[in-house]
Structure formats: C-alpha cells, structure tokens
C-alpha cells in the first residue's frame, strides 16, 4: 500500500514491483507421498512429519504453497494429483493441506514393490504454475528402487528431498535443477534420507537440515526505493 501512495512511483509499476515481490517469497511445495497399500505401517509417521516440517517453515520468511501428488502404481492411475481447493492443486492453509493428507485412502502398488515413482515426480512437475519462482518436492515412499524410463528435465525444479528406503539413494532421476533466478544449477542433485527416520524424534537439527533446500530457494526482491 506505501508503495502505491508514493507519488514517485506510477501504479502501474508498483504493481508489477508487488506482485515480484510475493512470487519472491511464495515457496510452491509439493508432497508427493506413496499412497499404495504397502505404505500403511509408515503413512503415520509421514503425516506426522509433514506437520512437524509446516511448522518448522514457519520460522522463515517465506509463504509456503502447499500441493499433494500421490503415488499409485495401478496401470490405469500410476499418479493421482489431489485437488485442494476448487480448479487449484495448490493451497496456502497448512490445515487443510494436512486434512487432505490425513485422510488420503491407501490403495494400488505394484505386484514386485517397485512403485511409479518417476511417473509421480513428473505428474507433480507438470502441476507447478508457470510463474513460480521457487519449486520444491518432497517425496516419501517405501519403493526400493526405481526405473528410470521417464525423463523429468523439461520441468526445471529448484529442490527435491526423498524418504525413501536406502536401496534407492543412488538412483539417477534425471531433473533439471534451476535457482530462483531461472538459472540452471548443474550441481543440483536431490537429497536422500532413510524414511525409518520420520520414527526418530525430530529434534531442531534434523528439522533444520530438512527444510534447508526449501528454504534457500527464497530470494528477497530489493525495490529499490
């Protein structure tokens, strides 16, 4: 509002200066959690986490845009996105986010416990707004390993964090990892974490290291005036 009241600036710039300045600090973040059947013993422990990772977001500066894609793995839907609000797949109200991911039904997988993992990360790609900033994944799944057949380097991502059984850690997805300034990063690669440790206290230093990619993706817009 001062920047529209300053007679120094047109309107129509401090608009636009505005409007940079929320997709700055607008993170859009999307879950993409396993919700086949054999997830059933570890889906509390997610959510928990999901939860306790909101909160710990909420010591930074930023406005995190929350989306949930769910895994499959079922011939005919390998990939479902979730709609959160109506005709949007992402939602700024963290409780409704949780109640979407609370009551998420666990049904699919596959017959040899390898998920569709790749296809999720590329359903979840696809969903991101053209003109965000800032994008960031976190995956959960018990999925030991994953073939790669599907290349996710056309939608360029700035952060990716998978849960995921220890088998699956030097798996090469193929991303294409970008910085909030729409620069390419060829040394991003995803971050990997043992997802039996979501059963662990999730003390302040694991918090931190968790939402660390998320957070570093924000760049604060200077205006300059």
């Known amino acids: 509002m001062e920047d529209r009241m300053n007679p120094q600036i047109p309107f129509g710039i401090a608009e636009k200066v505005g409007e940079e300045k929320k997709n700055a600090y607008t993170l859009y973040w999307d879950f993409v959690v396993d919700g086949t059947a054999s997830m059933a013993s570890l889906y509390p422990a997610v959510y928990f986490a999901a939860g306790r990772f909101l909160d710990w977001m909420k010591r930074f500066d930023l406005s995190p845009m929350l989306g949930l894609t769910v895994i499959r793995s ?39 416990g390898e998920e569709s993992v790749e296809e999720a990360l590329l359903v979840s790609l696809q969903k991101f707004p053209q003109n965000s900033l800032n994008r960031g994944i976190m995956v959960f799944t018990d999925s030991y390993h994953c073939s790669h057949h599907v290349s996710l380097k056309a939608y360029p991502v700035g952060a990716v964090t998978f849960f995921c059984p220890q088998s699956m850690f030097l798996d090469e997805f193929d991303f294409s990892f970008q910085t909030s300034e729409g620069e390419i990063d060829e040394e991003g690669s995803p971050a990997y974490m043992d997802i039996t440790s979501l059963f662990q206290e999730l003390g302040s230093e694991y918090l931190d290291n968790v939402v660390k990619p998320f957070k570093d993706l924000i760049k604060g817009v200077s205006i300059g005036v």
Request: proline residues 8%.
């Open 74 to 112: 079922i011939p005919e839907e390998p990939a479902e996105k979730i709609e959160m609000e109506p005709g949007s797949f992402y939602t700024e109200d963290g409780a409704l986010f949780l109640k979407k991911l609370k009551y998420l039904a666990l049904y699919g997988g596959s017959d040899d």
